[in-house]
């Protein structure tokens, strides 16, 4: 299931990518959220992936 969630975030920057390109988007806002996208995101699934899998503990 994590790795479903990390193909179709990568997929989706990529496609969102392109269509901020073509339509000339580039505030602040359109970075910040392409950031997340492409860094946190995929980090904050690996680490739910990890989790699951019993390499990383999270402690309440």
Do not use: D, N, Q
Request: glycine share 10%.
């Amino acid at each position: 299931m994590p790795f479903g969630g990390l193909v179709v975030t990568l997929f989706s920057v990529y496609a969102w990518k392109k269509a901020g390109e073509e339509a000339g988007l580039k505030g602040f806002w359109y970075k910040a959220c392409m950031f997340l996208l492409r860094v946190v995101v995929p980090i904050l699934i690996v680490c739910v992936f990890m989790h699951s899998v019993g390499i990383i503990k999270f402690s309440k």
